[in-house]
């Protein structure tokens, strides 16, 4: 029952990714097309179908373990699913921004560690005894420089900067691209009080370098949370360890337990501060459209072009620009 | 997972035990009847917590009547209170309809978690209350965040600290989370670690199933309000059909969970709510009012309800196929389009609709209570009424996303202007072309003023 849940959900997420990057192969294939456009139906009709499963099946002595065990399963969707899906939705964005968020909560779980050993005095929460401050802080500032210097390696790669996209002719995953303007190096006048401490007046940076300050910081603030959470989980539950997968370490959730946060912090960052609409999906809801509203959207946006004079004042020119490449991600 | 066995049974540490017997004789006292909420047979005997909370002029009016017609009249008279209300809300507008399912979305809610928290009311938990209010607000920011940054676009754009607001509107709603969620992960005490993790979870399904569906609600709404009216009426006739036809003819039970619901009910409701619905749906199709998507007019800053119908409420001949043309002698008929969507409609709510009310009678018969509160007299609370609309408002959004809207022009022209310069002119052109193909444009077009 529980994993016939996880289907459902992971066959609802996975097929809206699908539908906004394999957009022209799924419009070639008759079956693959309907099943992209009626998606939202078919997922909820297999919800459906699970949750009256579970209805016909609730057994009169166990009621409330049943309650219990659906609610389980619903919240682990929740947290797990979710979380993978939005790092999936992140990497096509750009490996870097998969591997970024990751290499910080790692780096700060070890640096906090190393700092906590060597100099660890105050404990930080009663949750977790181990943690303390002194651990906290010099991981804080040991991860936001270690992504400083992790975006600045990263950022000359073509390989790693690109959002992933799928060329239609070929069929294949490309990772080639004109870099956005994130992973050009731009010239920063430092404020005064660092120009006299390190004697210089600018400093070429990466603009990625200063949103990894943010997902660093972020990693080091929050993460920890999450590593508080599952202690709290595994001491409400008397477990030690979730699971013997790893030996030394416990089970996979373990050492996941500090990303929960971070996967969908990286997807609302990018969201609100950098992606813009994906123009492919853009166009797949223009075509949807009525006729007359098309029309509309056309004479409205022939006068915001031509005003901006992208366009020459009389007509339109006749030549077809290519139509961009499908871009991963949503809007 | 053995714990949590070990729980649900009769062992576990002794501290359990005892607050589990505790637990049961104080519920005991609430309600003595396990049976179905919805239907009180004449052999029942009423408990005292129902007659409490009848209205003393209730009461009196009814002195005269013995104990069993005095539930039916309750019951009757209620009903007929909540459907005219229910006129009273549609004709005041949408605002009204919004603030009035926020108010049903907020007591919904308060009726889940008071019964949370009094199944574990024993511990004194730090912060549980606050904390679920927090984590409702949070998703209904960020629902209705989403919401109203759609529809009222042009109003957003015109205000500064609106804007704003919008713009950064994800990460608003998560810092908000995640502050409540820090709030939690701090306010975990040594021994309870177990039940905060319980009512932290409880929460969170909680919001899922009622601000989920409260907000697909007021989206189903603005599409237009017999998006609205028609799901809605559609439940409770079945509701009261099903209640009706079983109580007449009622011999075969349905399911072991509610005893109360025969299979002829099943069917006859299901019958019965087709052809309301067929019929409310040729009525609704005529009224611009119901029929139009809510338009937020700028100028006037005011809900405008004005439009050209769409295809589907415009009357269409259809072919009758041969077989009921010779039942009825006639070759063509005159319908909406509407009408044979709601006949899909129908069917799933008297279908699956029930299904959403065995799970509320399995979820009162786990935690043992006989009404999720006593809000309204003979029937209980809000979420007893409630209860089959569950699935009933997703349902309608998926299918109205799934077969008949289109996206939001006026969207998709925010959308636009969002691209990059370049990918505008990409847009462009595509759009040009194909618009040209369609014939909507000749070949050289001047540019029309707009």
């Not at chain 2, 912060?127 to 989403?146: A, D, K, M, P």
């Not at chain 2, 409701?269 to 005529?286: D, E, K, R």
């Not at chain 2, 209860?387 to 408002?393: K, P, R, S, T, V």
Request: charged share 15%.
């Amino acid at each position: 029952m529980s994993r016939y849940f996880l289907l459902c959900v992971n066959y609802f997420f996975y097929g809206e990714t699908v539908t906004d990057c394999f957009f022209t192969l799924v419009q070639r294939e008759e079956p693959l097309r309907i099943l992209s456009k009626y998606h939202r139906f078919i997922s909820f009709a297999l919800y459906l179908t699970g949750f009256c499963m579970f209805v016909l099946s609730l057994v009169k002595k166990h009621y409330r373990l049943q309650f219990y065990m659906f609610g389980w399963t619903h919240v682990t969707l929740l947290i797990v699913v979710t979380q993978s899906h939005f790092i999936i939705h992140n990497l096509f964005e750009g490996m870097i921004w998969f591997i970024v968020p990751i290499s910080c909560v790692i780096c700060n779980d070890i640096m906090a560690y190393m700092f906590g050993f060597f100099f660890g005095r105050t404990p930080l929460i009663k949750l977790s005894p181990k943690k303390t401050w002194e651990g906290f802080i010099g991981g804080l500032f040991s991860t936001i420089v270690f992504g400083i210097m992790l975006s600045y390696v990263m950022s000359g790669w073509r390989y790693f900067v690109c959002p992933v996209e799928f060329n239609n002719d070929s069929n294949r995953f490309q990772v080639d691209c004109e870099p956005s303007e994130l992973f050009q190096l731009q010239d920063y006048t430092l404020p005064s009080f660092l120009e006299s401490f390190t004697g210089w007046t600018t400093v070429r940076l990466y603009p990625f370098q200063i949103h990894s300050i943010a997902l660093s910081s972020f990693a080091s603030i929050m993460g920890p949370f999450g590593g508080f959470f599952a202690s709290g989980f595994k001491r409400a539950f008397k477990i030690k360890d979730f699971a013997n997968t790893i030996p030394g370490h416990g089970g996979i959730m373990d050492r996941f337990d500090c990303q929960y946060l971070m996967a969908t912090f990286v997807n609302v960052y990018i969201a609100s501060f950098i992606r813009g609409p994906n123009p492919s999906k853009v166009i797949q809801q223009l075509l949807m459209l009525r006729i007359d509203q098309q029309l509309h959207i056309f004479n409205s946006l022939k006068a915001h072009l031509t005003e901006k004079g992208f366009l020459p004042g009389t007509g339109g020119r006749h030549d077809q620009t290519p139509l961009p490449l499908t871009h991963c991600g949503s809007p | 997972m053995t714990e949590l066995r070990k729980r649900g049974g009769v062992g576990g540490d002794p501290d359990s035990s005892d607050k589990e017997a505790d637990l049961d004789d104080r519920l005991g006292t609430d309600g003595e009847c396990d049976g179905d909420s919805k239907a009180d047979t004449p052999d029942v005997p009423l408990s005292t917590a129902d007659t409490d909370n009848t209205p003393q002029y209730l009461n009196k009016a009814l002195e005269g009547l013995p104990p069993r017609w005095k539930n039916y009249w309750i019951r009757g008279v209620l009903s007929i209170a909540m459907i005219s209300g229910f006129f009273v809300i549609i004709y005041m507008g949408p605002i009204a309809l919004i603030l009035i399912v926020m108010t049903v979305q907020i007591k919904c809610f308060q009726e889940i978690i008071t019964i949370g928290y009094r199944v574990y009311h024993s511990y004194e938990l730090p912060w549980f209350r606050t904390l679920s209010w927090y984590f409702l607000i949070c998703v209904n920011y960020f629902f209705y965040g989403e919401t109203l940054a759609d529809y009222f676009g042009a109003l957003v754009q015109r205000e500064e600290p609106l804007q704003f607001l919008s713009r950064y509107h994800r990460f608003i709603s998560f810092a908000l989370y995640l502050a409540g969620f820090c709030m939690f992960v701090l306010s975990l005490v040594k021994k309870h670690y177990r039940l905060q993790f319980y009512m932290f979870a409880w929460t969170h399904v909680t919001l899922l199933i009622v601000v989920t569906q409260s907000h697909l609600v007021i989206q189903n709404l603005f599409e237009g309000k017999i998006w609205f009216i028609v799901p809605i009426s559609i439940v409770i006739c079945n509701d009261i059909m099903a209640y009706l036809f079983g109580f007449f003819f009622g011999r075969t039970p349905l399911i072991k969970l509610s005893p109360k619901k025969t299979w002829e009910g099943f069917i006859g409701g299901y019958f019965a709510t087709v052809v309301f619905g067929f019929i409310l749906a040729y009525l609704l199709s005529q009224c611009q009012y119901f029929v139009c998507p809510v338009g937020f007019n700028s100028e006037t800053n005011s809900f405008t309800v004005e439009c050209e119908p769409s295809e589907i409420f415009l009357m269409q001949e259809y072919t009758l196929p041969a077989a009921l043309q010779n039942i009825l002698t006639w070759k063509t008929v005159n319908l909406y389009p509407f009408q044979i969507h709601s006949i899909f409609l129908s069917s799933f709510g008297s279908l699956i609709g029930p299904f959403g009310g065995f799970f509320a009678s399995g979820f009162k018969r786990a935690f043992k209570i006989k009404d999720f509160a006593n809000t309204i007299p003979g029937h209980g609370g809000i979420m007893d009424r409630f209860d089959c609309q569950y699935l009933m408002a997703t349902f309608t959004h998926v299918y109205i996303a799934s077969f008949i809207r289109g996206p939001n022009p006026s969207k998709v022209l925010q959308q636009l202007l969002m691209l990059q310069p370049i990918q505008q002119l990409g847009v462009f052109h595509t759009l040009h072309s194909h618009l040209r193909e369609r014939g909507m444009l000749p070949p050289a077009a001047a540019p029309q003023a707009e």
